[in-house]
């Protein structure tokens, strides 16, 4: 069919070639008289020239038609050969393999390294306050001191008593002494009657009299060594109710039982408190704050590398110029079956008292790896239809488009689990049009190259 149109073109145009060059020659005939009647004896009549006018109009039409067309023609020829045998140009670089500590960034919240809710253990009226909220305090300093009358009166009362079990101990131990020294005679007067009955010089009465009152002596002794012991236990017991109630007396000062700082305080001068209400409100809270428990839950992807000694950075959204180190000090080992996280303590030193507790962190984990893996650009990623895939180029220059796992997203880079191997050359920003086996002019990419190093030594550093 283009073979027709071309041989149609051709024709139109040879046939407005003749008539122009019949033109030409007719013109200079024209100059005389005799070329003028030769002219007018060659024209067709009069009736005849508009048709051939409108033929030699429509033929040179047609003939520039067919050439313009021809011209495209041979224009998409020349385009479709240089698209069949176009090699594109790519940017390429090679995969890396990335045996740095992972980076896991999880959002915690910082918890005082000690915590004490602190109640009374006197019952009695708040005399004296020395500390408010915020003050800062040193174990064993004065907190609040509570006026106790009944508890001194009864301390008093106990160390009376425990006077008198000394004195009645004193008694006792005397009545002893007697009850020997009768003891001693009675056994002297029970040995003499013996003698003397057996003589003859003393009755057989007499003999079992003494006798009998030996007996009664022993017996006596051993009374009042009952009696001693008795006495003892009763100074032992009164002697502990004494310890105790000078002990409840102690806490009539309510000291601090730790360095911190005083973060809630629910008492005042005048107010009653009542001893060993654990259950009610407490005097004050403190919080313990140069080392700082920063807690966080570890999701179970990551929780397999998380043990006591990994490094970590913690960050705090309104103090973006700080960076503060800490190491995870402790775990519960087990994971939350709710939630599949393991419960992970980050210990951060705090001795200028800038971290608070209860603060919102993130924390950053250096995370060991178990095994390194394959890492390449996001650039290179080719989502379609038939999923997720990287351009690796081949020694001979050829594509082959392979699928590949991606472990973790990183933004600017990917992490594989499988697909790729360290040193494989894949395209960067592959074309649409880019087909499996097509060939290309690989150029390696120094600008991807340099985020890739860079990405690796913060990495590192972190």
Wanted: proline share 5%.
């Amino acid at each position: 069919m283009r073979a027709d149109s071309e041989a149609h073109a051709f024709d139109a145009h040879e046939a407005a070639e003749r008539a122009h060059r019949h033109a030409v020659e007719i013109d200079p005939l024209r100059q005389d008289g005799a070329g003028e009647r030769l002219a007018h004896a060659d024209l067709p009549p009069p009736r005849k020239r508009p048709f051939l006018v409108a033929a030699l109009a429509l033929g040179s039409a047609l003939g520039l038609g067919g050439w313009h067309h021809w011209q495209a023609y041979q224009a998409s020829l020349v385009t479709q050969a240089e698209t069949a045998d176009f090699v594109p140009t790519v940017r390429t670089l090679s995969a890396t393999e990335d045996g740095q500590p992972m980076t896991l960034t999880l959002p915690g919240q910082t918890e005082a390294f000690d915590h004490a809710d602190i109640f009374a253990r006197a019952t009695g009226y708040i005399a004296e306050r020395r500390v408010d909220i915020g003050s800062r305090v040193k174990k064993g300093d004065l907190l609040v001191r509570i006026a106790a009358p009944d508890l001194d009166q009864q301390a008093r009362q106990a160390e009376a008593q425990l006077g008198q079990f000394q004195a009645q101990l004193a008694v006792a131990r005397a009545d002893v002494e007697q009850a020997k020294a009768n003891v001693t005679l009675a056994n002297a007067t029970d040995a003499r009657t013996s003698t003397l009955a057996g003589q003859g010089w003393a009755s057989k009465q007499n003999a079992d009299q003494t006798r009998a009152g030996m007996l009664t002596a022993t017996a006596a002794l051993t009374a009042a060594n009952a009696k001693v012991k008795v006495a003892e236990a009763n100074i032992t017991a009164q002697q502990a109710k004494v310890d105790r109630l000078r002990t409840l007396a102690t806490f009539e000062n309510v000291v601090a039982p730790f360095d911190g700082v005083v973060t809630a305080r629910m008492v005042d001068v005048g107010d009653l408190v009542h001893a060993d209400s654990g259950s009610g409100t407490p005097l004050f809270s403190v919080d313990s704050t140069d080392v700082l428990r920063v807690t966080v839950q570890v999701p179970q992807s990551a929780a397999v590398g998380i043990h006591d000694g990994v490094q970590a950075r913690v960050r705090v959204a309104q103090m973006p110029d700080h960076v503060f180190d800490g190491t995870v000090s402790r775990s519960s080992v087990a994971l939350r079956s709710s939630v599949r996280t393991l419960d992970t303590e980050v210990d951060v030193k705090n001795p200028d008292g800038v971290l608070r507790p209860g603060l919102y962190v993130a924390v950053t984990f250096a995370v060991p790896r178990t095994h390194p893996r394959v890492t390449v650009p996001s650039e290179a990623l080719i989502f379609d239809a038939t999923g997720t895939r990287v351009a690796v180029v081949q020694p001979d220059d050829t594509v082959q488009l392979r699928p590949i796992t991606i472990a973790r997203d990183l933004g600017t880079r990917l992490e594989l689990r499988a697909g790729l191997a360290s040193g494989e050359t894949v395209v960067l920003n592959p074309p649409a049009t880019l087909q499996d086996g097509a060939r290309v002019v690989p150029k390696g990419d120094s600008a991807a190259r340099a985020p890739a190093a860079k990405l690796s030594e913060q990495a590192s550093a972190e």
